[in-house]
């Protein structure tokens, strides 16, 4: 079992949700975060004076999947998410221990 | 004893000391004292009645002439004539008994107008305090709402509260007949000096606490109509000080502003004062002109605002040690624009309500070159901002542009055309844009630009008189015969130099009444009027107001707080701040 860490451009996560539920993940877990990466932030002026917004809003998609499903997932993620342009985003998939289904104790492959 | 109760108790010693000295004051000074009249049995009548042109109803009988002056020729004619006019009215007053009881009820009629109007005017204007609630705030950050909102709030009562103990009584108490709502005269004592042979106006002396013979109907409707303009001047201040002061040291500022910081100036511009007279004994155009209160509401408020934000010292983290500014964005574009809008219609109260008489139709005329104003000052920043400055139509500019337009015209609007109505807001509009730069310099952080607002455009407001005045109003202004007319309608400079006293002496005097009263407030504060650095970094609304602004909302506070740069260390940045 494995998760999937995907950070993405805010007005994407539409597009990669859907792209998701094709190939038959239909769990997620999203967070409003904020960062760069190589992108840098940009320079805003107020009232006659600079200053910089390091930080942009992005998007962090968090999905536990089994194995197979794991390419699958990390091309539909990385096509529908890709503009072209700096900032898209990254993925980082990690290995998880065990997982459990609450309402019905259920663990395991069962539970993804 | 904490220092809060020990001010508490001076406090109310000095409440205490007032409300003896008003008890012994409360009957009008004077032999022959008015008769109040508190439920309006007897206030307007046909001594009221006037045309269009402010020809008298009712013909007063001439004074008798003396030996002397009835030997003059032109005198002897003068008499002779307002003699017969006499004679004629007491002849068609016993002719038609009937109309001079209908008389009686015209007038009443005429002197209610005037009533309903100038109270109504009030009414918008005791609005405005919204408008600068919702603009300070919306320009200020949201962990901070729930403080400024409330020294918004309270400024209300507390200005109200020194305005009714004895800031009215000193601003006009020497007032005389308060001739459009049935002229009744018993503000009538007024504390005079002479000086260089002329006689002085400081302040007034009846009216403390509305007793007496001020318990009269028009003097408590002059009363509110005062009021919620006091209540403007104190509100500036809020603004250029938010953010970073103790919420008890606004209330001593709060205790101080209505009752001796507001009232001595507007007294020598509005309550038969000096400045006022300035025409009358030195010549200088019809003295010190301020229709609406550009230089007595709006310069007082921005003097103080500039004055208390310079000894409280800029926010925490607004400037690096090199003087470069931090940015603090508006949390609430949306709250500052809506507030502008509300503070532009009560302007509708503001203007023209200072005529205190809704019988006089120059209102329609006040009423549209306040409009026009507000709508050239508003164009001129952004315009200014978009194409010269910033190239983006910065909208916080946009609030301050229309707010600036309004503050100039408060004074010129009843003495000006239309376009110089458009001309003075547009001056305004830029004016207000390159003083905010010009603060921001110096290092004076002024986080709603009130007093560029308020103080700059305040003082831009009267001088422009002296430059604007069309000649087409104002005959017998400050008891000085012919109309307002300024340097550019052939009225010559001396009106501007009139303007240019007012504006230099409430500079000066305000600049100086204020440093004294933060001393006396900092030292009733326990020596500082600033929260803790760690609070204000932490945002003021729970530690001040006990009470979250936007309870239940996530608030990035790293994003609304910069830190200074440029400093040794972290632990030094105590020196970002200067602290009185």
């Known amino acids: 079992m494995k998760k999937i860490e995907a950070i993405v451009k805010p007005f994407k996560l539409e597009e990669v949700k859907e792209a998701l539920a094709e190939i038959g993940i239909e769990g997620m877990t999203v967070t409003e975060v904020k960062g760069f990466g190589r992108q840098k932030g940009q320079t805003e002026i107020y009232r006659g004076s600079e200053y910089a917004v390091d930080f942009l809003p992005k998007i962090k998609i968090e999905i536990v999947l089994s194995d197979e499903k794991l390419d699958h997932a990390i091309e539909a993620i990385t096509n529908t998410a890709r503009t072209g342009k700096i900032g898209d985003g990254k993925i980082f998939v990690l290995l998880v221990e065990e997982v459990v289904r609450i309402r019905t104790g259920e663990r395991g492959g069962a539970a993804v | ?580």
């Open chain 2, 1 to 580: 004893m904490k220092p809060i109760r020990r001010t508490t108790t001076w406090l109310g010693v000095l409440l205490l000391a007032v409300a003896i000295f008003s008890r012994l004051t409360a009957h009008a000074w004077g032999d022959d004292a008015p008769k109040p009249d508190p439920a309006d049995t007897a206030t307007g009548n046909a001594s009221d009645v006037q045309d269009a042109s402010g020809t008298h109803f009712v013909v007063t009988a001439p004074a008798d002439l003396g030996a002397d002056d009835a030997k003059d020729p032109q005198k002897a004619k003068t008499y002779a004539e307002a003699k017969k006019a006499y004679d004629e009215y007491l002849a068609q007053m016993k002719a038609e008994p009937l109309a001079v009881k209908l008389a009686d009820g015209v007038g009443h009629n005429r002197v209610a107008i005037n009533f309903m109007w100038t109270l109504v005017t009030g009414f918008l204007v005791m609005f405005m305090q919204a408008g600068f609630a919702l603009v300070e705030t919306g320009l200020c950050r949201a962990k901070n709402a729930a403080h400024t909102m409330s020294m918004n709030l309270l400024i209300y009562p507390l200005g109200m509260l020194g305005f009714y103990v004895c800031g009215f009584a000193f601003m006009f108490g020497g007032l005389g007949p308060i001739a459009t709502m049935g002229g009744y005269g018993g503000l009538n004592h007024e504390f005079t000096i002479n000086l260089f042979g002329k006689p002085f106006g400081l302040c007034g002396l009846t009216g403390f606490f509305l007793k007496g013979s001020s318990y009269d109907a028009s003097v408590f409707a002059l009363f509110l109509f005062q009021m919620v303009f006091m209540d403007t001047t104190a509100t500036i201040p809020t603004g250029a000080c938010a953010e970073r002061w103790k919420f008890s040291s606004f209330c001593l500022y709060g205790a101080f502003v209505g009752s001796v910081m507001y009232p001595f100036f507007g007294n020598w511009v509005w309550g038969g004062g000096w400045l006022a007279m300035l025409g009358q004994n030195f010549g200088l155009g019809h003295g010190h002109v301020d229709f609406a209160g550009s230089s007595v509401v709006h310069m007082t408020g921005g003097v103080i605002g500039l004055i208390w934000a310079w000894l409280l010292g800029p926010r925490y983290g607004k400037f690096n040690k090199d003087g470069s500014v931090n940015p603090m964005p508006a949390h609430n574009v949306v709250f500052a624009i809506l507030g502008t809008f509300i503070l532009a219609f009560g302007w509708f109260g503001f203007n023209p309500g200072s005529t205190l008489a809704g019988t006089d139709l120059r209102i329609a005329v006040v009423a549209t070159n306040t409009m026009l104003a507000s709508a050239t000052g508003a164009m001129s920043s952004c315009l200014y901002m978009w194409w010269f400055k910033t190239k983006k139509p910065d909208p916080t500019m946009m609030c301050n542009g229309m707010l600036a337009g309004l503050v100039a015209i408060t004074a010129p609007c009843a003495f000006v055309g239309s376009g110089g109505a458009c001309i003075i807001g547009l001056v305004a509009g830029i004016l207000v844009v390159e003083s905010v730069f010009f603060w921001d310099k110096r290092g004076i952080d002024d986080p709603v630009g009130a007093i560029s607002v308020h103080g700059v455009n305040g003082a831009w407001g009267c001088l422009s008189i002296g430059l604007f005045a069309d000649g087409t109003y104002g005959d017998g202004w400050n008891g000085v015969a012919g109309t307002v007319k300024g340097l550019f309608y052939g009225g010559g400079i001396s009106q501007f130099w009139a303007e240019l006293i007012g504006v230099t002496t409430n500079f000066v005097v305000i600049g100086l009444t204020t440093a004294i009263v933060f001393k006396i407030v900092s030292l009733l504060s326990g020596g500082t009027q600033r929260p803790e650095e760690a609070i204000e970094i932490e945002g003021v609304d729970i530690p001040e107001m006990g009470v979250h602004g936007y309870h239940g909302f996530v608030m990035d506070k790293e994003v609304e707080t910069p830190h200074p740069r440029g400093y040794p260390s972290a632990a030094n940045s105590k020196s970002a701040v200067s602290a009185h």
